[in-house]
């Protein structure tokens, strides 16, 4: 299974971006997908998630009201689309997916099967 993200870039603060990630594979029930976000000298972090069966989504606190995880089922692709982008947003963002059955440790990376390469996005203030 492969991954391809896209939709990184550069934006003041305030600005909007929308990531993409398409997998190479039909994605159905029981898949999780999700993206994480990595800044300079952190560790990577969960930003939201989404679960195929039942449409549910995740979300980390600092995103939530600001970024909408949504999928094409028929594309089996994930999208992220982030509004009122602030400096701190500031990371590569990597989107992950697995065919488990995941709830409890959505938010784990190590619960992931399959990554993608990772999209870079510098907010500047």
């Known amino acids: 299974v492969q991954l391809q993200a896209s939709g990184g870039g550069s934006v003041q603060a305030g600005g909007s971006l929308t990531l993409s990630c398409a997998a190479s594979?039909?994605?159905?029930?029981?898949?999780?997908m999700a993206w994480f976000r990595q800044a300079p000298g952190k560790e990577r972090e969960f930003v939201a998630g989404?679960?195929?069966?039942?449409?549910?989504?995740y979300y980390t606190d600092s995103v939530k009201g600001r970024f909408t995880i949504s999928r094409d089922n028929a594309k089996s692709t994930l999208y992220l689309q982030m509004n009122s982008l602030q400096p701190e947003d500031t990371a590569v963002y990597y989107c992950?997916?697995?065919?488990?059955?995941?709830?409890?440790?959505?938010?784990?990376?190590?619960?992931?099967?399959?990554w993608g390469q990772g999209t870079l996005v510098t907010v500047s203030s």
């Open positions: 989404f679960r195929w069966s039942g449409g549910y989504t």
């Open positions: 992950a997916a697995t065919s488990r059955g995941i709830l409890s440790t959505l938010r784990i990376p190590s619960s992931y099967l399959y």
């Open positions: 594979v039909r994605t159905g029930s029981g898949w999780t």
